[in-house]
């Protein structure tokens, strides 16, 4: 599976950005996807995921209320909206491809960064 991330930028706090990762390769409809993300000094971190199949849906804490993960299966991309963003928020933001069975994401793309001013 190929990632391809796009959508980051610069905004202001309280405003929104939305985040797309297409994927090409194998099919998709057994696999996870997800949004990790890594700000400056800091380890990389779960955001959301999506299981492609039946689109259930996981956050982590601080991205529930606030970001919404979803798939589109025609065009083979994975969005996340992010509204009433922070400056916390401010990091490189990775999508990922996992098959649902495995424990850790394999498949990654190449990142988009997200500046949140205040």
């Known amino acids: 599976v190929q990632l391809q991330a796009s959508g980051g930028g610069l905004v202001q706090a309280g405003g929104s950005l939305r985040l797309s990762c297409a994927a090409s390769g194998r099919t998709l409809s057994s696999y996870i996807m997800g949004w990790f993300r890594q700000a400056p000094g800091m380890e990389r971190e779960f955001v959301a995921s999506?299981?492609?199949?039946?689109?259930?849906?996981a956050y982590a804490d601080s991205a529930e209320g606030r970001f919404t993960i979803s798939r589109d299966n025609r065009k083979r991309t994975v969005a996340l909206q992010m509204n009433s963003l922070k400056p916390e928020d401010t990091a490189v933001y990775y999508c990922?491809?996992?098959?649902?069975?495995?424990?850790?994401?394999?498949?990654w793309g190449q990142g988009t960064l997200v500046t949140v001013s205040s």
């Open positions: 990922a491809a996992k098959a649902f069975y495995s424990d850790s994401y394999l498949y």
């Open positions: 999506i299981r492609w199949s039946v689109g259930s849906t």
